[in-house]
Every structure is written in structure tokens, then in C-alpha cells.
């Protein structure tokens, strides 16, 4: 194994910097770990991006690949907005970001076929993307075994830092309790506290952790569930479970499902009469489920979701996030592209504050960010060390009525943004037990 | 145990899912039973139907002229992959027909993809559609309920050319013995371009009519090619009637699983297609030997 004289210099510099962050460089990393120091070239590194492009999540991931994309671009390219974000010169510790995008489909399996890819093949030093729960369990997994870090796209399911967390997986979108816990109040208080309603749940460990979660924190609220619906994930035709829907008496429809089949669901209910006779609620919101359905359906609908571009008003960096997105892409990003946008530059940081692409480093550098938040996209946010869910803020939208509009994409209200602390689960509340470092 | 009319709703809905599933099913039987291939490219002209009525609805806002120009450009693309490739495949292993259509799909899909983008595209219920229908207990979609009805003669109109007319005929005894209907003077090769075409547009159709019911996204098809494929190995591979039938079993399987438990539907109808292949390997309307 080579070093070249700028890479000893550096971790160097990173071993120094480590030691004055409280509980990082309390042991020592190993030398070789994983694709470190291999994957680490004199002037790059390479990050893969496993991402659905087609398939039931292919709208979020397609949005989440524009934000990975832009994120990589400015970090390359050192301008104003890196400089923002507290990153020096071009790219990570002087690398430019190398990457490659395979299309999963949203399925588990080729999630993970493509990340070994990356791992082997182009020696990532970090894994990103995926849309589905399921497959951000079976990523993050593999990157604990390879000691290669991945950061979790867009994925809601509790088991992820819950009972199948991993050391090398870190999630900055808000789990199913969190979201849960936030959403639950706000809608009793706009909705009423006796209510009746009725779920339909996408049959993976993403609908099931939502549907305990929102079921729980509903509850409390005095709603009472009178049916629950479990379909297929890419069910195409829910009339089925639609009927029983219909025929509950519920006064809540709460629509699980996510992607496409939160689309063809919708659509559907409507059709049944069902949202003429029930008020919808929709705990995690997809990325285009807005713009599908149009304000029409949309309109008075609750739901929580990772971003809302209207937080630019409350974000200084969510303002240049927008504005760069919407001059790069020509559209206003979703929390697909923001979350792809927001893990880029956190895991920057990371290694420019561990001074190294070490992932022992970089990991127990994010572990330690409580004493040292993050200012990002959403405000000051921090990666809990028990379970490596980030503690953040969680904004609770309401679709507009579409003469309230100011814009085409101006879909919501934002009621909302339910502060992180007070929403969190206990770090063993789910039973995670991250594993070993090395 | 469900109530009664938590049954019967669910029974009836049974019916409105099966003569969907019987139309999507019945271009791909069409192609299979009178030319011999497998057409697995099934799904994505699925989507291709779905696409064409979204692009026409874009500029004229009328849902039936989005029918009939989604046919005729469904048409166009039947005989052109008829005429460029499948003619090619009629001879060859089924293990080549499969490759290539699928293939075709591959292509079609990105196709869309590349013109679309991966979101869902938006096609309302059209304005005659919309709104529900009270009978008795039970309050249905209005537009499902025309469904019905169009989807019913769309198959009787099928089923009357295709096993009905000399032209029926002659596609069949082409299939026997092409060497011997040429002898008779009749232009086989020109009835398999039609028939190839027509089942192109069947499944174009299904796509068309099923569009405001759910999302419509270049993938869309795929779902809808598993079920076809339960649904002719139900009722036989090659077997109109069976498509029909087996299109209507799956949809009650489906639907009436559903009032006891929606997550075990589509265990079901797979759990009844391994006991039918079982009990009767040829299906309930095909017969030994056949593909």
C-alpha cells in the first residue's frame, strides 16, 4: 500500500484536528480499513450513488439524483455556497468527488449488486442513495460488513436506525416516529380529536413502521382505528382494499403507501368517494405526489415530509439550495433532492472536520456532532451517536387550495416545523445496537 | 367472517377488475394463440396505450378522440413492429421471440422515459365518467362501472372477428399449414400482420381506458404483465375464452381475498395458478400440446 506525501500530510493534519473534537481519536484508526486508503487517490475519490430511476420510486429518485448531482458539482467546483457550508477550497480535503449512478429499481437486491460494484470496482469510499426502506436496511448492512460508509437516501422505516442500525449507516431524513410523533398533533387539532380512521399500509418494514407509529401517536391523540389495509407494494389496482375503506365509516383516510402507488392510491380513493367522504392524511409525503394528483386532490391534505422549499424563508442555506436547484433544473427541488443535496455536504464536512476519508474517523466524527451541530439546509442538526439518526427539524405541510396558489408548484402551507429534540424516540427505543468499528 | 355486503361489494368488484384483467390479457393471448409468440413486450405497449392517450388529451381535452387516436397511432406501431422485427421470429425458438420482445419493451420503456421523465403523468376520469354510482349498498366509480360495459364489447368485438370470420379462420389454418392457405391463393403473411397489430391495440387500449385509474408512469405495464400472464396460464396459454374466464377468476381472487385479508390477494391468485398447473397443466380452456 502507497502513500503519496500530500495524503500522509493530511491525515495528519485530520489525526490533530480529530483529537480536539470530544470522542474523536480516543483509539486509534486502523491505517486500512475497507476501500481507505485505497479508494483515496492524490486528486479524487469516488462515491457511488445507488438510486431507483425506474420503478414505483423512480419520481423521488430521479429528484434525489439532482440533488446528489448538485451538491457534487458545487463541492467540486469550491465556490460561494461550498465556502457556505464550511468546506475549504475544491472538493473533500482537496478530492474532487468522482461518481457513477446505477438504476436499482427500487429492489434490495440490485441496491445491493451494484454497491458491492462500487465498492470493489471503483473502490467507493462512500455509498449514497436509495429510495426504498428495505433497500437502505440491505445497503447499510453491506456497508458495515465492507466498512464502507453509506448514507441513507430517502427512507422512513424505524428499523433503520432502529433494530437493523449499523455503524457505517447514518439516515438524515426523520424516522416514522419522529414524523409520526410531529404530524399527529397538528392534525388532531385541525381534524378533531375523535376521530375514526382508516389505514392502508404498503406491505414492507417502511409501511408497517409507519403505519405502528402513526397508529400509536394517533391514538393518543383519541382516534380510533376502524380498518387497516395491507396491499402489495406496486399494487396497481387497490379497488379491493378501497372498498373496505369505503364501507369503515372512517373520517380519516390515512394513505401509507409511497411513490407511484401513492399516486395510482389516491386516485383511486378519490374515485370511491372516499376522500369526498373522509379527510386524508398522509404521515410521510412523496416527493411529487403534489404535482401527480394536482392541487385538487391535494388540497387540505396533512402530511410531514424531509423538506419543503418554502423553509427558505427560515434557512439561508435552503434559499441558495433552491435557487441553485431551480437555475440548474428548472424546476423546485423535493425532499428526494434535498436529502441527496444535504448528505453530500454532511459527509463533507464530516471528512473535512475528521481531516480524513478514514470511515472510522469520519464515523466517530459524526457521532460527535452533537457538541459541534451541523448548519445546514433545515438549521442546526446533529447526528445521534447511539443510533446515528440525525436529530433534526420535521415540517408539517397542508396541500393548498389551488386558487391559493402564488405559483405552479406553490402547493403548500407549511403549519409547521416541529423542532427535532422533542420528537425523538429513545436511541434504544427500536432495540438498535450498532456494531463494531473495525 | 365479513358481512354479506361487504361479499357482494367485494364480489362485484371482483368483476370489474377481471374484465380489465381479461382485456389486458387478451391482446397478449391474441398475439400467442394465432401467431404462436410471446409477447413480452406486453407491458410496456401497455404503457405506450397509456402515454398516447395522455399526449392527445394534452391538446384536445376529449377523452374519446384520445381513444380513437390512441388506437390508430397503437395501430401504426403494431404494424410496424410487425413488419421491422416480429415477422422475423414467427419460425424461431420461443426462447428468441421472448428475447426479442422483451427487448422491444426495454426499448419502449426508455423511450417514454426519455420523452416523460419518470414521474406520473396526470389523465383525468373523463367529464361522462366521474363522480360514483349508487347500487343498492354499495357506491361504485362511475367510470368503473362504463368500464365494464365498454371492455365487454371491446372483447365480444374480439372474440366475433377473430374466431368468427373467415379472416379468423384463415390466421388459424395459416398457423397449421401457411404453405397450403398460400396455395389457396390468400395472403397469409398479411392476415398475421393485422392480427399482430390488433392485439397491439388491445393491449394499447386496456392501457388508454385504465389511464385515469393509475399512475401513469413508464413503468406502469409491468405490474400488469405478471397478472396477464397468471390470467392465460389460468385459462389456458392461447386461449381467448380463456383470457376472458381466467381474467375473471383472478379479479374475484383478488377481490374476494380481500374482504378477509387484502395482504394475501395476490398470494392467492399465485397460490391458485401452482394448483391449477397441478391439477391441470394446460389450463382450464387450453388444450395438451398447445405452445
Redesign the interface.
Known amino acids: 500500500m502507497q502513500f503519496d506525501r500530500r495524503q500522509l500530510l493530511l491525515g495528519g493534519v485530520g489525526a490533530t484536528a480529530g483529537l480536539m473534537l470530544p470522542g474523536v481519536g480516543a483509539a486509534q484508526s486502523p491505517a486500512s480499513i475497507g476501500t481507505f486508503p485505497d479508494g483515496v487517490s492524490a486528486d479524487s475519490v469516488f462515491v457511488g450513488l445507488t438510486i431507483p ?4 420510486f ?2 423521488d ?2 429528484d434525489l439524483k439532482l440533488g446528489y448531482e448538485l451538491a457534487i458539482a458545487q463541492i467540486n467546483a469550491g465556490g460561494d455556497i461550498a465556502q457556505k457550508w464550511g468546506l475549504k477550497g475544491k472538493g473533500v480535503l482537496g478530492r474532487q468527488i468522482r461518481y457513477k449512478v446505477s438504476d436499482t429499481e427500487g429492489k434490495p437486491n440490485l441496491d445491493v449488486q451494484s454497491a458491492t460494484q462500487f465498492i470493489q470496482r471503483d473502490k467507493a469510499i462512500m455509498v449514497a442513495g436509495s429510495v426504498s426502506s428495505a433497500s437502505a436496511i440491505a445497503l447499510e448492512e453491506l456497508g458495515s460488513r465492507e466498512k464502507v460508509l453509506y448514507m441513507v437516501g430517502i427512507a422512513g422505516s424505524n428499523d433503520i436506525t432502529g433494530k437493523n442500525c449499523q455503524r457505517y449507516g447514518f439516515r438524515s431524513q426523520q424516522n416514522a416516529y419522529m414524523a409520526a410523533k410531529a404530524l399527529a398533533p397538528v392534525v388532531a387539532k385541525a381534524l378533531g380529536k375523535n376521530i375514526k380512521a382508516a389505514f392502508l399500509v404498503p ?1 414492507y418494514t417502511y409501511g408497517h413502521t409507519v403505519y405502528d407509529s402513526f397508529a400509536k401517536f394517533s391514538t393518543e391523540q383519541g382516534w380510533k382505528q376502524v380498518a387497516k ?4 407494494l ?4 387497490y ?3 378501497l ?2 375503506i ?2 369503515s365509516g372512517a373520517d380519516v383516510f390515512v394513505n401509507i403507501a409511497f411513490g ?2 401513492a ?2 392510491s389516491t ?2 380513493a378519490e ?3 372516499v376522500l369526498k367522504r373522509m379527510k386524508l392524511v398522509v404521515p410521510n409525503l412523496s416527493s ?1 405526489q403534489d ?4 392541487a385538487e386532490l391535494m388540497q387540505g391534505v396533512y402530511g410531514s415530509c424531509d423538506f419543503w422549499w418554502g423553509v427558505q424563508d427560515t434557512y439561508p442555506l435552503a434559499k441558495t439550495f433552491v435557487e441553485s436547484f431551480v437555475a440548474q433544473n428548472k424546476y423546485y427541488p423535493r425532499w428526494g433532492a434535498h436529502i441527496g443535496y444535504m448528505q453530500t455536504y454532511l459527509w463533507a464536512m464530516s471528512v473535512e472536520r475528521a481531516g480524513t476519508f478514514n470511515p472510522v474517523d469520519v464515523i466517530k466524527t459524526m457521532e460527535a456532532s452533537k457538541a459541534q451541530p451541523y448548519d445546514t439546509t433545515i438549521g442546526k442538526v446533529y447526528f445521534r451517536a447511539e443510533d446515528h439518526q440525525m436529530v433534526r427539524p420535521i415540517p408539517i405541510l397542508r396541500g393548498k387550495a389551488p386558487s391559493a396558489m402564488k405559483h405552479k408548484e406553490d402547493f403548500y402551507d407549511i403549519v409547521e416545523i416541529a423542532d427535532g429534540e422533542s420528537v425523538m424516540n429513545a436511541p434504544d427505543f427500536f432495540g438498535c445496537k450498532l456494531g463494531p468499528y473495525t | 367472517m365479513p358481512s354479506w ?2 361479499l357482494i ?2 364480489a362485484f ?2 368483476l ?2 377481471g374484465t ?1 384483467l381479461a382485456l389486458v390479457s387478451s391482446g397478449l393471448t391474441i398475439i400467442l394463440g394465432t401467431l404462436g409468440v410471446l409477447n413480452f413486450a406486453h407491458g410496456a405497449l401497455f404503457a405506450v396505450g397509456a402515454y398516447a392517450a395522455f399526449v392527445v388529451l394534452q391538446y384536445t381535452s376529449s377523452f374519446v378522440l384520445a381513444l380513437v387516436v390512441g388506437c390508430a397511432f397503437m395501430l401504426v406501431l403494431g404494424f410496424l413492429l410487425e413488419r421491422i422485427i416480429i415477422r422475423f421470429f414467427y419460425d424461431r425458438p420461443h426462447e428468441d421471440q421472448i428475447l426479442v420482445t422483451y427487448g422491444i419493451g426495454i426499448v419502449l ?1 426508455e423511450c417514454i ?1 426519455s420523452g416523460f ?6 389523465v383525468p ?1 373523463p367529464s361522462w365518467g366521474q ?2 354510482t349508487q347500487l343498492g349498498f354499495l ?3 362511475t ?2 362501472l362504463q368500464l365494464i360495459a365498454i371492455i365487454a364489447g371491446l372483447l365480444l368485438s374480439l372474440y366475433v372477428v377473430l374466431y368468427r370470420t373467415s379472416m379468423g379462420l384463415v390466421v388459424r389454418a395459416g398457423i397449421e399449414n401457411p404453405g397450403m392457405v398460400g396455395i389457396l391463393g390468400i395472403n397469409v403473411r398479411r392476415a398475421f400482420l393485422l392480427v399482430f397489430a390488433i392485439g397491439v391495440v388491445a393491449v394499447g387500449l386496456a392501457g388508454m381506458l385504465y389511464a ?4 401513469v ?4 405495464g ?3 404483465m405478471a397478472q396477464s400472464f397468471v390470467v392465460i396460464v389460468l385459462g389456458g396459454l392461447g386461449s381467448f375464452p380463456g383470457a376472458v374466464i381466467g381474467g375473471l377468476i383472478a379479479g374475484e381472487i ?2 374476494l ?3 378477509f ?3 394475501y ?2 398470494v392467492m391468485l399465485y397460490a391458485l395458478m401452482a394448483l391449477l398447473l397441478v391439477l391441470r397443466p394446460q389450463g382450464l380452456f387450453g388444450s395438451e400440446g398447445r405452445v
Open positions: 430511476l425506474t420503478g414505483v423512480s419520481g429518485g430521479g406491505d389495509e395491507v396491499v402489495p406496486g399494487t396497481t389496482d379497488s379491493s382494499a372498498l373496505n369505503a364501507n407511484g402507488d399516486v395510482a386516485k383511486q374515485q370511491f368517494g411529487f404535482k401527480e394528483l394536482g | 355486503p361487504v361489494s367485494q368488484n371482483g370489474a377488475l380489465l420503456v422515459r421523465g419518470g414521474n406520473a403523468q396526470r376520469v363522480g360514483a357506491i361504485y366509480p367510470y368503473r385515469p385509474v393509475v399512475a408512469t413508464p413503468d406502469m409491468a405490474n400488469f383478488i377481490s381475498t380481500s374482504a385479508n387484502s395482504s390477494s395476490e
